[in-house]
């Protein structure tokens, strides 16, 4: 009975012999370049598409700075030296209407608290808070010339960088009892060296915008004696606004010879409130989405 035992192992060899002869087919399939494409990497990654697997901006990172690749000058009114230079400031300049002073000392509290050093800091802190939305921010004067610039010079400044807007910071020295904040845009001028005619229309964008970003950051009101109360007028008699040729306002915060509003204009925590106004409404009018 030993002749089954004896069949047994060629049976086992060819079972044996089975899996492996599928194994190198398989193996020489693959070297053959017969077996089945190999599937795509999984990060998707293609040399071949532009911008294939490279990062792009986030919803948040565009939040964060909305004002990137912008361009803003702010110009801080006046010159804390100013008044030691009155030959200067008495030159002439030529600003299309007519000719007026290069450029004055400014106005100030009656506890002798200067506009230009009030104008300064509001300046450098609207500066400040621009930067961190991501704009390009220029000063006309940084408290480091002897004097002006003249208003000229200003307005170059702003026109030479091709600002998307300007914002010129005062405080106004009317009489007391006028209160009150309000927003100067240009009229239509075209006249010698004067011509804004391309940016009254996105300068009272840039005034309105102000206007309500200033009083909801402020708490105060539009002046109650320029204005009409709705807080923005324009003028054709200021070398800064005619000469512009670029978005451009002026901003008198407050009136510094009366009583109330100095009290607010004097307050270092009030001013950073107020820059933080400017910083809003710039933000406005240049993220601002038109028809």
């Not at 030296?81 to 007026?100: A, Y």
């Not at 991501?134 to 702003?158: F, H, K, M, S, Y």
């Not at 200033?214 to 008699?237: H, I, K, N, Q």
């Amino acid at each position: 009975m030993t002749a089954p035992r004896r069949r047994r192992v060629p049976l086992l060899v060819f079972a044996l012999l089975v899996p492996l002869c599928l194994t190198g087919g398989l193996v020489w399939l693959s070297w053959n370049g017969s077996g089945p494409a190999p599937r795509p990497a999984a990060d998707g990654g293609n040399e071949g598409s532009p911008g294939a697997g490279s990062p792009t901006p986030s919803a948040d990172a565009t939040a964060r700075r909305p004002l990137a690749g912008r361009t803003v000058v702010i110009d801080p009114g006046h010159n804390l030296t100013n008044h030691r230079h009155p030959e200067k400031m008495s030159q002439q300049v030529d600003i299309g209407t007519t000719r007026k002073e290069c450029d004055t000392a400014g106005t100030a509290t009656a506890s002798g608290y200067a506009e230009a050093a009030f104008t300064l800091d509001v300046a450098r802190h609207v500066r400040a808070e621009l930067e961190l939305r991501g704009a390009t921010v220029r000063l006309t004067q940084n408290g480091d010339r002897p004097w002006g610039p003249c208003i000229d010079e200003r307005a170059a400044v702003g026109n030479e960088a091709g600002a998307d807007a300007v914002v010129s910071v005062h405080a106004d020295g009317a009489g007391e009892g006028n209160r009150g904040f309000h927003v100067i845009a240009p009229e239509p001028v075209d006249r010698g060296k004067a011509d804004t005619t391309a940016v009254v229309r996105p300068s009272e964008r840039l005034g309105r915008a102000l206007v309500t970003a200033f009083g909801e950051a402020t708490g105060t009101r539009p002046s109650t004696y320029a204005g009409g109360r709705d807080g923005l007028v324009t003028r054709d008699d200021l070398g800064g606004l005619n000469l512009s040729r670029v978005p451009k306002v002026f901003l008198e915060c407050g009136n510094m010879r009366d009583p109330q509003d100095a009290a607010l204009l004097t307050d270092p925590a009030w001013r950073e409130r107020a820059a933080h106004g400017v910083t809003e409404g710039v933000t406005a009018f240049l993220t601002e989405t038109r028809p």
